[in-house]
């Protein structure tokens, strides 16, 4: 596929454009599990991947992209900010460590993690970090309304983006909302596909939806994603699920369809909730 031509590209507010779909690796072991997926990423026409400190697979990340013959450049590579570092302060050490483990001399997005104590001083770093042009933009994760809020009265310069969990069985739609209209924040779904512990892509109306388009349920919950203006980071170890979940630019669900899938939303998290987890 010639993946510049067909894959949809979102301009942040600050100019930079980034494509809508990535990968994501959270959950994906350091090591082979990690490079291959990377690779295989690419070689199907990603050029986006999202790590996380956290995730402890920065090294395997930047390994893959190596691997794949890609240049730095054409490839929008995302890490985060972890908590401890927040709570510690040590916002430019961990930037350092990452961009080493990475194998890269800049980030292209930069997000703090989660809300933990001391984010406020951790964005102060991060906005230095983007003034020295150490990374391309930087934005948050699992942000509440307040914590934008609190964000836009102590910080002139705005999160390009907020990564939330939100999927057909969360849909988070109400902060979606807030972020797309009054902020002009882009949005990124966590556990797109409903994470590694529900039973989403089992739903019978996935199936029934996808049987219309000849898509899997996996695919149509991508494209949910796509057409509802959100960045997705769909996380695969399997080659032909990474390819199957690129596979998602040749078609269009109805709006009929698209209500459907956002009427399995059970208003119930996945994930941590932001405004009281213990990590
Ligand atoms: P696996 O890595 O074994 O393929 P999320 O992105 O919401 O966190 O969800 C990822 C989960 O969905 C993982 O458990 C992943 O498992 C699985 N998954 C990813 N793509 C597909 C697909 N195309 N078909 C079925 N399961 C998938």
Redesign the pocket.
């Known amino acids: 596929m010639q993946a510049d031509m067909q894959q949809p590209m979102v301009k942040l507010n600050n100019g930079v454009s980034i494509p809508q779909l990535g990968l ?1 690796v ?3 072991p350091d090591g082979s599990e990690t490079v291959d997926a990377v690779r295989w990423a690419l070689q199907a026409g990603y050029r986006h991947i999202d790590t996380a400190r956290a995730y402890k697979n920065e090294a395997s990340v930047g390994q893959g992209i190596r691997e794949s013959g890609l240049k730095r450049r054409d490839v929008f590579v995302t890490t985060k900010l972890w908590n401890d570092a927040i709570r510690a302060g040590r916002t430019r050490q961990a930037f350092e460590e990452s961009l080493d483990l990475l194998g890269t001399d800049y980030i292209d997005l930069y997000l703090i993690h989660w809300p933990a104590q001391g984010w406020q001083k951790a964005w102060e770093a991060m906005e230095e970090l983007y003034n020295e042009r150490r990374v391309r933009a930087i934005g948050v994760c699992n942000f509440e309304q307040h914590h934008l809020e609190e964000l836009h009265s102590i910080s002139s310069l705005k999160p390009v983006v907020n990564q939330i969990e939100s ?1 057909p069985i969360f849909t988070n739609q109400e902060l979606v909302d807030y972020c797309h209209g009054n902020l002009r924040v882009d949005v990124e779904a ?7 512990g529900t039973h ?2 089992s739903n019978s109306k996935l199936a029934e939806i996808g049987e219309k388009y000849s898509k ?4 149509v919950v991508i494209r949910w994603h796509l057409q509802r203006g959100v960045i997705v ?6 080659q ?3 390819e ?2 690129f596979d998602v630019f040749d078609f269009e669900l109805s709006d009929e369809d698209m209500a459907a899938i956002a009427a399995l939303n059970t208003g119930k998290r996945v994930g941590a909730d932001p405004n009281n987890f213990n990590f």
């Open positions: 994501g959270f959950q994906t999927s966590w556990s797109p596909l409903g994470g590694s989403l892509l899997s349920a996996a695919q980071i769909p996380k695969s170890t399997h032909e699920r990474i199957q979940n």
